[in-house]
């Protein structure tokens, strides 16, 4: 099964045996709501990882791990962030590409889960990591996270003034 999409719909497209795909009409259909889009962006972003090289998904994981505490690091995937940011023994978070081969996509996905509850703006900005990737850039799965993110900002209600001062 993939995932294909037009300009900023999100359809799931079966595979037969003979791997053409079945019409978007026979196929099902993903939900078009908010929390649907929030759910495919972890899954989408995994699958850019898996896909990636392995310099360009330390880059993935050290944007991703930017707006989390150590703390937070140590509950999500078991850990294996926390791991690696105590690993790293500098002040600024390095992935290197062997830790990076290390961690699955099921982390990855674990992690752009809480990235997204803590900093929608960190997981948006994943698409300057993507786009400067000549490697990514025929990925359908890139394709499609770029288009979910960009439908995402546009849904998103913008932040006027300081919305998050208490006392104003």
């Not at 196929?27 to 929030?38: H, M, R």
């Not at 972890?42 to 993935?60: D, I, S």
């Not at 698409?127 to 799965?141: E, F």
């Amino acid at each position: 099964m993939f995932i294909a999409r037009s300009h900023f719909d999100v359809t799931i497209v079966t595979m037969n045996p003979d791997h053409h795909p079945t019409p978007p009409e026979t196929g099902p259909q993903a939900p078009a709501s908010a929390q649907a889009q929030l759910d495919l962006v972890p899954e989408l972003v995994a699958k850019v990882y898996e896909e990636a090289p392995p310099v360009v998904r330390g880059r993935l994981i050290e944007h991703l791990l930017k707006p989390l505490s150590l703390l937070s690091l140590v509950a999500v995937a078991n850990g294996v962030f926390a791991n690696i940011a105590l690993g790293s023994g500098s002040p600024v978070l390095q992935v290197n590409p062997e830790d990076a081969q290390r961690i699955g996509t099921r982390d990855v996905a674990a992690l752009v889960s809480h990235v997204q509850q803590v900093s929608v703006q960190v997981v948006d900005g994943l698409s300057q990591i993507l786009t400067s990737s000549p490697v990514l850039a025929g990925s359908t799965a890139t394709a499609m996270l770029l288009a979910l993110l960009a439908k995402q900002a546009v849904q998103r209600t913008p932040i006027v003034g300081n919305d998050f001062d208490p006392i104003s």
